[in-house]
């Protein structure tokens, strides 16, 4: 039976050698290996802790878990899994639970370009040094990232291999964090085989999928971290001989701040939460690098849909337990069609099939029905999206590159991005362009925003936001250093036991799903981290010897 990793608040102690704020792939790296360096740590999450089995699996569960923030717009419970933040530009979405987005990712782990690493956005060091290699090693082999043996022959695959006649380029299998066969983890954590359920992006429910929940952080635990969820990080300052971190339970905002202090913080709120933190501590007086907030990218991130081709697509999933016996849906992404650019990084793409979230399906009908996209909608209605025109459905998933001209502040003390004219980012026309010919290629028609009568609008949206923190040389032109070492505003300084460790600190867009990059620059940090103050830590598997062997 699965253990709960977090404790009841009451046992959270007045100090810490390291304070981990956020539990997604930055803040499980960082509390797995800073405590089995031997040092105290203390991870503070503001949603909740899902077990296997909790996640939302229908849609009036999967309302309960839906929180949308925006300006004065404040909706939901702040501990929903689903944080929606509706911008005047371009809206986010994040993960909230032990985890962070590892939860409802679509879990693909994909090695960026080269190139992106060339740029000179990123600190010499960074590519410079054969510590972000080693990163990437250590990432895929707690996460192992497997592409799924059988891929070419889900349907849904298939049905992106007809679309890839578009391209005259072939799709392939795409590396996914998903356990396909009954395994103990490197953390030590049995796990089932995949369903293929399809269900990946609201949750796992059989406990395949490789979360940070299923990995980092129950090595945390079990190298002495101590875990906390539902309390909400506002701000932090300088302590005595360290930091002091101010927290309040994440439903109750009303309540007196308490505080909690370490010798170390490690921030790792994600994108917005950890962007957000450090500009509520810069009100406090904390100095910062004036470039805080700058560079957010949504990583040319499109969520798209085509519908009306001939051919079933079957991209709707059906949970678990099955809410509908038929082929199998396969994990979210399965297959991607790669369109790579020699000569000029920033116009390649990457189109992944994807799949909607079984506790979805009763919406979908009332999305596509509007303004005359669904023919048949009334079909739709009495067969349901398994059977009627729904199951015709495509779902692309694409991520490209942007010019990371974004800007987080404070509103309302919650952060926004602003991006003026985003929509009229050149990446927005070419990947229109391309799911246009793509939709073609299957006798279907391309559907760009069929939430444009929801709250949504027809404003971009990403789930893969990026910078706010970004790394660079010196404060002059960004936030932290190549060692995630946060600046303090003058030259290279840096504040002593400060980091930033999430897709905050990355300067630019990647390309490529992020969840890999991150996990592989914080692995990086604490390499570095662990050199600069004297600590040691074995990156080893807690897996069974035979099993370590056959994935090796």
């Given at each position: 039976?699965?253990?709960?990793?977090?404790?009841?608040?009451?046992?959270?102690?007045?100090?810490?050698?390291?304070?981990?704020?956020?539990?997604?792939?930055?803040?499980?790296?960082?509390?797995?290996?800073?405590?089995?360096?031997?040092?105290?740590?203390?991870?503070i999450?503001?949603?909740?802790?899902?077990?296997t089995?909790?996640?939302?699996?229908?849609?009036?569960?999967?309302?309960?878990?839906?929180?949308?923030?925006?300006?004065?717009?404040?909706?939901?419970?702040?501990?929903?899994?689903?944080?929606?933040?509706?911008?005047?530009?371009?809206?986010?979405?994040?993960?909230c639970?032990?985890?962070?987005?590892?939860?409802?990712?679509?879990?693909?782990?994909?090695?960026?370009?080269?190139?992106?690493?060339?740029?000179?956005?990123?600190?010499?060091?960074?590519?410079g040094?054969?510590?972000?290699?080693?990163?990437?090693?250590?990432?895929?082999?707690?996460?192992?990232?497997?592409?799924?043996?059988?891929?070419?022959?889900?349907?849904?695959?298939?049905?992106?291999?007809?679309?890839?006649?578009?391209?005259?380029?072939?799709?392939?299998?795409?590396?996914?964090?998903?356990?396909?066969?009954?395994?103990?983890?490197?953390?030590?954590?049995?796990?089932?085989?995949?369903?293929?359920?399809?269900?990946?992006?609201?949750?796992?429910?059989?406990?395949?999928?490789?979360?940070?929940?299923?990995?980092?952080?129950p090595?945390?635990?079990?190298?002495?971290?101590?875990?906390?969820?539902?309390?909400s990080?506002?701000?932090?300052?300088?302590?005595?001989?360290?930091?002091?971190?101010?927290?309040?339970?994440?439903?109750?905002?009303?309540?007196?701040?308490?505080?909690?202090?370490?010798?170390?913080?490690?921030?790792?709120?994600?994108?917005?939460?950890?962007?957000?933190?450090?500009?509520?501590?810069?009100?406090?007086?904390?100095?910062?690098?004036?470039?805080?907030?700058?560079?957010?990218?949504?990583?040319?991130?499109?969520?798209?849909?085509?519908?009306?081709?001939?051919?079933?697509?079957?991209?709707?999933?059906?949970?678990?337990?099955?809410?509908?016996?038929?082929?199998?849906?396969?994990?979210?992404?399965a297959?991607?069609?790669?369109?790579?650019?020699?000569?000029?990084?920033?116009?390649?793409?990457?189109?992944?099939?994807?799949?909607?979230?079984?506790?979805?399906?009763?919406?979908?009908?009332?999305?596509?029905?509007?303004?005359?996209?669904?023919?048949?909608?009334?079909?739709?209605?009495?067969?349901?999206?398994?059977?009627?025109?729904?199951?015709?459905?495509?779902?692309f998933?694409?991520?490209?590159?942007?010019?990371?001209?974004?800007?987080?502040?404070?509103?309302?003390?919650?952060?926004?991005?602003?991006w003026?004219?985003?929509?009229?980012?050149?990446?927005?026309?070419?990947?229109?362009?391309?799911l246009?010919?793509?939709?073609?290629?299957?006798?279907?028609?391309?559907?760009?925003?069929p939430?444009?009568?929801?709250?949504?609008?027809?404003?971009?949206?990403?789930?893969?936001?990026?910078?706010?923190?970004?790394?660079?040389?010196?404060?002059?032109?960004?936030?932290?250093?190549?060692?995630?070492?946060?600046?303090?505003?003058r030259?290279?300084?840096?504040?002593?036991?400060?980091?930033?460790?999430?897709?905050?600190?990355?300067?630019?867009?990647?390309?490529?799903?992020?969840?890999?990059?991150?996990?592989?620059?914080?692995?990086?940090?604490?390499?570095?981290?662990?050199?600069?103050?004297?600590?040691?830590?074995?990156?080893?598997?807690?897996?069974?010897?035979?099993?370590?062997?056959?994935?090796?």
């Amino acid at each position: 039976m699965q253990q709960r990793l977090s404790s009841a608040p009451s046992e959270l102690k007045r100090a810490y050698d390291v304070v981990v704020v956020g539990s997604g792939y930055g803040g499980g790296v960082a509390a797995s290996r800073l405590a089995r360096a031997g040092q105290s740590v203390c991870v503070i999450e503001k949603g909740k802790e899902f077990l296997t089995g909790e996640f939302p699996s229908r849609l009036p569960e999967l309302r309960r878990e839906l929180q949308l923030n925006g300006g004065k717009l404040r909706s939901g419970s702040r501990t929903g899994l689903f944080d929606f933040r509706l911008g005047t530009d371009i809206h986010v979405l994040v993960g909230c639970g032990l985890g962070g987005g590892s939860l409802i990712n679509a879990g693909v782990a994909l090695k960026p370009d080269p190139r992106v690493f060339a740029d000179p956005g990123w600190p010499e060091e960074v590519s410079g040094d054969g510590l972000l290699e080693l990163g990437f090693m250590r990432a895929a082999s707690m996460l192992r990232p497997t592409r799924y043996r059988d891929a070419a022959a889900l349907t849904k695959y298939r049905a992106l291999e007809a679309a890839s006649a578009a391209f005259d380029v072939a799709p392939v299998a795409a590396p996914v964090v998903v356990s396909f066969e009954d395994i103990v983890n490197p953390a030590g954590v049995a796990q089932p085989a995949c369903t293929l359920c399809g269900d990946c992006c609201s949750g796992c429910n059989v406990g395949a999928k490789n979360t940070v929940a299923m990995t980092y952080l129950p090595d945390a635990k079990a190298h002495g971290a101590e875990i906390f969820t539902e309390l909400s990080v506002s701000r932090i300052a300088k302590g005595e001989g360290g930091w002091r971190i101010y927290f309040a339970p994440s439903n109750d905002q009303e309540s007196d701040p308490a505080f909690v202090d370490a010798r170390c913080v490690v921030l790792a709120a994600g994108t917005l939460g950890s962007t957000e933190i450090l500009l509520r501590s810069r009100t406090h007086g904390l100095c910062l690098s004036d470039r805080l907030g700058e560079r957010f990218s949504a990583n040319g991130d499109i969520i798209a849909f085509a519908l009306g081709g001939g051919e079933r697509v079957n991209a709707v999933g059906v949970g678990h337990p099955p809410k509908f016996v038929g082929d199998a849906v396969g994990a979210c992404v399965a297959g991607q069609i790669e369109l790579t650019d020699g000569e000029a990084l920033d116009r390649g793409m990457i189109l992944q099939e994807g799949v909607l979230p079984s506790a979805l399906a009763p919406l979908l009908p009332v999305f596509f029905i509007a303004g005359g996209r669904l023919l048949g909608a009334a079909q739709s209605l009495i067969k349901g999206v398994y059977q009627g025109p729904l199951s015709h459905l495509h779902t692309f998933f694409v991520v490209s590159h942007d010019e990371a001209a974004g800007r987080i502040t404070l509103d309302h003390d919650s952060a926004q991005v602003h991006w003026p004219g985003v929509a009229d980012q050149p990446v927005y026309a070419r990947v229109d362009a391309a799911l246009t010919k793509a939709a073609a290629a299957v006798g279907a028609r391309y559907i760009k925003s069929p939430l444009a009568a929801t709250s949504m609008g027809t404003k971009p949206a990403t789930a893969h936001p990026l910078g706010g923190c970004g790394m660079a040389e010196n404060a002059e032109r960004g936030v932290v250093n190549h060692k995630c070492q946060v600046f303090d505003g003058r030259g290279s300084d840096v504040h002593a036991g400060l980091y930033v460790c999430d897709g905050a600190v990355i300067p630019r867009s990647i390309g490529v799903n992020p969840l890999l990059t991150i996990t592989a620059l914080t692995e990086r940090a604490m390499v570095h981290l662990a050199r600069d103050h004297n600590l040691g830590f074995d990156a080893s598997s807690r897996m069974p010897q035979e099993a370590d062997q056959a994935l090796s």
